[in-house]
């Protein structure tokens, strides 16, 4: 076991010790002691228990410490980019467009199709250690590039064998409906019975959540229903990419089946917002996309008015929102969607924990998960105020200590 060690000279620890979202609970002049792979105590740096005082110290000289964020919008596995596309974008052509010329996420499917399995574990471990090293210490990957079984199944063991040599806490999530794979271009049903009763039964082993895409061009409620339907049977909690092109119904879909999460809800409504705060579904809001696609974002405060549990996510992915900074979505979610820094953040930390149903991640007190950040900045009000500095000084996931290239 890994001798305690104590974390000294917090000059505002965020602990999130409340029940309260948005409420940081900050301690001032702190100290944190980490014991194994958890978090043993945290309080006033002057109030340390003797027990500890011999223990290994780690001076941060007044820097702000906050947890570990948790990233619960990812899709890093894939082979290619869509560079082009994006520059297409920037020049006027609609995504929609794209899409309908055979560029989208199919253009990826191709490319994930055609990559060696080993690739694809190389280059997703690259971005994982990109986010791990800006202060991600929990995050969530999805299939959904693949649109046949074996493809699918290897995104999912490709997620798991890249997190497997990092500190880093992983969940996955099957997406098999995330688009139409051109061979079943026309025939939706059809596919959707494929998912139902081919790739969810393969599939749902390798998975902690099914997710599906509820958009025009994608697949109705009723498909989506279905789908998870099915997957509540295989033990898969739902997910759902909701509302974010035009209002289809994802979110209430996503309320009616008590899903874990409903994200993106770009065009949701305030009676959207009404059915995911009675249904305790979080909403998980992906700033970068809209961002990328010079679109909505999202009505966060008003979600959050509304008693809605936010969550921010990169949504990290080759096409329309290749982001690996968790930190720039925060102040995204600050400066473009209209959250505070404070609530911001606890979407980040928190809210992205409870959107993947861990109670000891996205905080810092006794027996949680010791995930911190050591930001090189005295409040993490700095993270929105200086978006394009490199404000991660340290990690510590999982009590390891991260070294920073």
């Known amino acids: 076991m890994t001798e305690p060690f104590v974390i000294v000279g917090i000059g505002q620890l965020v602990t999130n010790d409340s029940d309260v979202p948005g409420d940081l609970a900050v301690i001032e002049e702190a100290a944190v002691v980490v014991e194994g792979t958890d978090i043993a105590w945290v309080g006033p740096g002057g ?31 894939f082979a290619g980019d869509r560079a082009g596309e994006f520059a297409r974008r920037m020049a006027g052509v609609s995504y929609q ?20 399995a080993d690739e694809l574990v190389t280059s997703a471990r690259r971005r994982m250690e990109r986010l791990l090293a ?13 649109l046949d079984t074996a493809t699918e199944l290897e995104m999912l063991r490709a997620a798991a064998a890249a997190a497997d040599p990092l500190p880093i806490s992983l969940k996955r999530t099957f997406l098999g409906a995330h688009a139409l794979p051109p061979e079943y271009r026309g025939d939706g049903d059809g596919y959707v019975d494929l998912v139902v009763e081919e790739m969810l039964p393969a599939c749902a082993p390798e998975a902690d959540y099914c997710d599906v895409f509820v958009e025009d061009g994608a697949f109705t409620v009723d498909q989506g229903r279905r789908i998870l339907t099915a997957a509540s049977d295989h033990g898969l909690q739902g997910r759902v990419h ?17 899903a ?22 979080v909403a998980g809001l992906v700033p970068g996309a809209s961002f990328q696609l ?25 096409g329309t929102s290749y982001i690996e900074s968790m930190p720039f979505v925060i102040a995204l979610g600050v400066v ?11 979407a980040a930390t928190r809210g992205g924990a409870l959107s993947l149903g861990l109670e000891d991640r996205g905080r810092l007190t006794p027996g949680d998960r ?29 009590g390891e200590p991260v070294e920073i290239a």
């Open 97 to 116: 467009e794209i899409t309908a010329e055979g560029g989208g996420i199919v253009a990826t499917v191709a490319a994930t199709r055609a990559a060696p």
């Open 336 to 346: 473009q969607m209209g959250l505070t820094p404070d609530q911001a953040l606890w």
């Open 294 to 318: 010079r679109g909505p974002q999202a009505p966060g405060p008003m979600l959050w008015d509304a008693g809605v549990t936010v969550a921010l996510a990169t949504d990290c992915n080759p």
């Open 47 to 77: 109030d340390l228990p003797d027990r500890w005082s011999d223990a290994r110290t780690h001076d941060v000289e007044g820097r702000a410490v906050v947890p570990g964020f948790v990233d619960s919008h990812t899709h890093l596995v």
């Open 134 to 146: 800006g202060g991600v210490t929990t995050l969530e990957v999805k299939s959904g590039y693949g």
């Open 370 to 398: 010791a995930d911190l950040v050591i930001l090189d900045a005295p409040s993490h009000h700095h993270l929105a105020y200086r978006p394009a500095s490199p404000l991660v000084a340290g990690v510590v996931c999982g």
């Open 242 to 258: 909701a509302e974010q092109l035009g209002h289809t119904g994802g979110a209430a879909l996503a309320a009616e089946l008590k």
């Open 260 to 281: 874990a999460s409903a994200d993106h809800l770009d065009h949701a409504t305030a009676e959207d917002a009404a059915l995911l705060a009675e249904a305790g579904t």
